[in-house]
């Protein structure tokens, strides 16, 4: 059974919220339909709400230290603007 991302309570597979805390659930490896806003994001970001792996995290660290642009680095991660700036404020690089 699939748990909550946020509180770590189990919770269904067919339930969008979680029944404990109300965070809302997104299972990554769930064979249903992705969500629509998924969907479209992946459209032009391939990686859209994707979590990021520990390599990944890795690799954004080198290249940002390599002085690439974030633009470089969206094209790379298949990630938007908001979501590189984002983690490169969460690894405390700037
Ligand atoms: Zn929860």
Redesign the pocket.
Known sequence: MPS?G??G?SVNESDNF?S??G?KLIFENEQKELPEYVKKARLLYRNAYQTWSSEDDLKLKELYLQGKSKQELCDYFGRNFGAIRARIQKLGLE
Do not use: L, N, Q, R
Request: some cysteine; proline content about 0%; charged content about 10%.
């Open positions: 909550c946020s509180c309570v979680c404990k805390c965070h």
